[in-house]
């Protein structure tokens, strides 16, 4: 498929093309200079990552997003939101990287699952970003390290029993050595791997379009990017990471730099019919118009995010100046909500002071119930 811009197919999509262009300018010169700019950021990756799962076809709340991330699981994660929590933990750690690290070879590799990749680590924008990375991944291991110890344990054993009856995938004694397929080391039964499927192939064919869309305007080049990445399809169990990739190569550009863009918060927004379309002008003036209405979107919440800090600073204006009401103001604005356990252990005090502390700087109770209670700006 060619994914070359004619002169006519660009002259239909100039006007979807100025209003994206227009939409994500004003959202990153907005989201640049507000005083919101850290816990906005943070509130659309929450938002992306339920809006890539909506796109899939999946709903996942996002006050249940929320409560995994924080190891607070009111049930058990399903396998829905298990995916939502890997985009949201893949768009943090592409934050964390270069500009173009996630389009890279080894960023690539990196983020679809191969641990094996070319490639190092990806560079960081700072070393306190880095260190609170592994402080919170540091903390998740620490909590599942016994139910790790028992799995491995469980699959020691079976792999003990396996091989005292011999291997079932090992090939006959006469069959032709140059037929046996062979295995990742890592997958020895063979689950992830398809040969018909070369999915290395696959994205060097959709690598190769970035040289393309580098000649386009930022945002029909983005656009072009992720049709190329749904047509190809390079990955089939990262299917989600075309709109991070999308973020990604708007923030290369220069486009976004204040944040990464929530691509499929506005894209869910869009009819399937038309993201889905045959027709690729169709297509790609669905991809423009769901970045113009994700800007739009992220422009509505930093002005209700603006408003609630400045009724939050009211509060707090004549505090002491060890208060953790400041604290709670920023915590609060970093997450579609919060509950008394998670302030609690964000500021490291009892559930009791958290309760306080949430009635005192006056944000509104969104459950509206005694158990299970939960705060946020809505």
């Not at 037929?179 to 192939?201: M, N, Q, T």
Request: aromatic share 6%; glycine share 6%; charged share 30%.
């Amino acid at each position: 498929m060619r994914y070359e811009i004619d002169s006519p197919l660009l002259v239909s999509l100039l006007p979807t093309i100025v209003e994206a262009e227009d939409g994500l300018a004003r959202l990153d010169e907005r989201a640049a200079r507000a005083a919101i700019a850290e816990g906005f950021a943070e509130r659309r990756n929450f938002f992306d990552a339920v809006g890539a799962l909506w796109v899939a076809g999946e709903l996942v709340h996002v006050e249940d997003l929320v409560l995994h991330d924080a190891h607070m699981d009111t049930r058990t994660p399903s396998h829905e939101l298990t995916i939502a929590h890997s985009i949201l933990r893949a768009r943090r750690r592409i934050w964390t990287a270069a500009p173009d690290w996630a389009l890279s070879g080894s960023g690539l590799s990196i983020l679809g699952g191969d641990t094996q990749g070319e490639g190092a680590a990806p560079e960081t924008r700072s070393a306190k970003a880095l260190v609170e990375d592994d402080d919170a991944e540091n903390e998740a291991d620490a909590l599942l390290s016994a139910e790790l110890a028992e799995i491995d344990a469980i699959l020691e054993r079976s792999q003990r029993l396996l091989d005292s009856h011999g291997s079932p995938g090992a090939p006959e004694p006469h069959e032709a050595p140059d037929r046996v397929r062979e295995k990742r080391s890592d997958d020895p039964l063979g689950l992830f791997d398809d040969e018909e499927w070369d999915e290395a192939a696959r994205l060097r064919a959709w690598r190769k379009t970035i040289s393309i869309a580098d000649s386009l305007p930022p945002a029909l080049g983005a656009a072009l990017l992720f049709d190329a990445w749904e047509r190809m399809e390079p990955l089939r169990r990262q299917h989600w990471l075309g709109g991070l990739l999308v973020a990604s190569y708007l923030r290369a550009r220069g486009k976004v730099t204040s944040h990464l863009f929530a691509f499929y918060a506005g894209l869910k927004t869009v009819r399937y019919e038309r993201r889905r379309s045959r027709d690729r002008l169709t297509r790609l003036q669905a991809f423009l118009e769901a970045m113009a209405e994700s800007a739009a979107a992220g422009l509505k919440e930093m002005d209700r995010l603006s408003l609630a800090r400045t009724q939050m600073e009211i509060r707090f204006r004549d505090r002491r100046s060890n208060s953790s009401l400041p604290q709670l103001a920023d915590f609060v604005l970093s997450r579609p909500m919060v509950s008394s356990a998670m302030v609690a252990r964000e500021l490291r005090i009892t559930s009791r002071g958290a309760l306080n502390l949430l009635n005192d700087i006056g944000i509104r109770e969104i459950t509206g119930r005694g158990r299970y209670r939960a705060w946020g700006i809505l």
